[in-house]
T-cell receptor
Framework: DAGVIQSPRHEVTEMGQEVTLRCKPI?????LFWYRQTMMRGLELLIY????????DSGMPEDRFSAKMPNASFSTLKIQPSEPRDSAVYFC????????????FGQGTRLTVV | AQSVTQLDSQVPVFEEAPVELRCNYS??????LFWYVQYPNQGLQLLLK??????LVKGINGFEAEFNKSQTSFHLRKPSVHISDTAEYFC???????????FGTGTRLQVFP
């Protein structure tokens, strides 16, 4: 398996524009996580899905952020409209789906909003 | 609710010296504990994990950690570090009733020659 695949690796956009980040989890994994990493806040859990259903989105910062998982092999994180303070590295991770197993991380998407 | 505290934001150490990175957790249920490492411009990868059983857990690259329930700690240790161990290290917790994986703020290990 190629691991968790995220795209794009880098994204530079202007304030106010819509940004969509994409993630393909490892085949057979039932849980998917979106994290945001910044110097100030560290690694924050934004939302996680289990069997394609959002279980906990309490970490989603604002209504400008939304995440979907239309099927077991694809998820998106959308920011609309984007703001400079959204600049961060966004990681997607997947796991087999129980608390006692590790999460596998993608390489991340570095988002810069100017 | 579960939480993780990594008290040291940075740990400088000379090559071949021992190192300990501290992690304390808070949880009201049974916990599973993890240490991840992040090299520059990369995602996180698992170093080791504690699920149950022996409280001393060995991981990759010569790292080990000890689960101490009475002190709610899971400190990471290595007897002799190498330059290549320079990275960010994250402690994380999940539990019996959730897949939610909560991370600490990370500790930057800087190994000097």
């Amino acid at each position: 398996d190629a691991g968790v695949i995220q795209s794009p690796r880098h994204e530079v956009t202007e304030m106010g524009q819509e940004v969509t980040l994409r993630c393909k989890p490892i085949s057979g994994h039932n849980s998917l996580f979106w994290y945001r990493q910044t110097m100030m806040r560290g690694l924050e859990l934004l939302i996680y899905f289990n069997n394609n259903v959002p279980i906990d989105d309490s970490g989603m910062p604002e209504d400008r952020f939304s995440a979907k998982m239309p099927n077991a092999s694809f998820s998106t994180l959308k920011i609309q409209p984007s703001e400079p303070r959204d600049s961060a590295v966004y990681f997607c991770a997947s796991s087999p789906g129980t608390g006692n197993t590790e999460a596998f991380f993608g390489q991340g998407t570095r988002l810069t909003v100017v | 609710a579960q939480s993780v505290t990594q008290l040291d934001s940075q740990v400088p150490v000379f090559e071949e010296a021992p190192v300990e990175l501290r992690c304390n957790y808070s949880s009201s249920v049974s916990v599973y504990l993890f240490w991840y490492v992040q090299y520059p411009n990369q995602g996180l990868q698992l170093l080791l994990k504690y699920l149950s059983g022996s409280t001393l857990v060995k991981g990759i690259n010569g790292f080990e950690a000890e689960f101490n329930k009475s002190q709610t700690s899971f400190h990471l240790r290595k007897p002799s570090v190498h330059i290549s161990d320079t990275a960010e290290y994250f402690c994380a917790v999940s539990g019996d009733n959730t897949d939610k994986l909560i991370f600490g703020t990370g500790t930057r290990l800087q190994v000097f020659p």
